[in-house]
């Protein structure tokens, strides 16, 4: 790594870089210097993102907005330019490295330990929102096109049917006929975006925990980390993906259906959290909130029954049938989010103005 370190602007020379963190994605290094001064090294994903350089110009413009809305340091990420004044480096290999100032004093959980640290969560990422509304979101490059377009997650699920490729779908009927019957109001976000009914913003699109980091000594929400996926979007999506994996009552892949179930008490106190946080919501945004939550959970399950009937080539399996597993917790979700709709509903009304 000496080769990579040389390259940017850090104070002091390094005397340790070694692995850090939980991501599946891209490679994460903890560096130290000897001043000492600690910071993140990344290697990012070629095969997760095709336009990097795009990717970090989408980083560089919002990381420069929230460090010029707020006097605390530790509230936003702060990337470390390279000695040519650039923004990551490319070695000879074309791998892409960027180094970011580690966020000092605070902690990061891979899940909650309390309703408190989902509540901060929602605090973090609704005031993520807050910060970036007037940012100008359809300037920023879609990292990955079409992430939380789902007709089009329909459309690549249909073509999965065609072609059958595994000789699976024989063995999964019901599951196929679930998602199938939910067609048509999949894409009702969508369609409220096209004809304006709902403004576009900067959404981060993977809003879990483990991508918010704490004050250690307080737990209070300090700043949202992991900004690839940071795209234009509908508030809903945000809302949506976090009461999708924070108020589940069992893991992504539990194969014992009885456990999964969805926590009303957990997704009223992240509504607490993010929509206060969030500022001037319009009526609409607010009101398409459960509705966001219930379709980020269909999609999801969407995109794990599509890999099982492919092959199992994008999500990572450890056992047979690890992606039906996933598609069938999601599913119960679902059927969970329908069942208790006028209890949801009551929830997000109190919110309204």
Known sequence: MDHVLSRFMLDGCPISCERYGEGH??????VITDRPRRYILQRVS?????????????????TAFLAARTDDPRASLHLVPTREGGLWYQDVEGEYWRVYDFIEDSICLQAPESAEDFYQSAVAFGSFQHMLQDFPADTLYETI???HNTPDRYRRFNESLRTDAMGRAAKVLPEIDFYLSREEEAGSLIAMLRKGELPLRVTHNDT?????????????????????????GLVA???GDSIRFG?????????????????????????????????ALTKEEIETLPLGAKLMTLECGLRFLTDYLDGDHYF???RPGHNLDRARTQMKLVAETERRWDEIQ???????P
């Open 25 to 30: 994605i891209n490679r994460t290094y903890l």
């Open 46 to 62: 070629r095969a997760a993102f095709h336009n990097i350089p795009a990717l970090m110009g989408n980083i560089a413009a919002v």
């Open 145 to 147: 096109p079409a992430f």
């Open 208 to 232: 879990k925990l483990n991508n918010v980091m704490l004050d250690c000594r307080t737990r209070k929400a300090l700043c949202v980390i992991d900004l690839d996926t940071v795209m234009p």
């Open 237 to 239: 999506y945000d809302f």
């Open 247 to 279: 108020a589940a009552t069992a893991h992504e892949d539990e194969q014992d259906l009885e456990q999964v179930g969805l926590d009303l008490r957990l997704y009223r106190r992240f509504a607490e959290g993010f929509i206060p946080a969030c500022g």
């Open 316 to 318: 990572s399996v450890s």
């Open 346 to 352: 009551s929830i997000i009304r109190e919110f309204l």
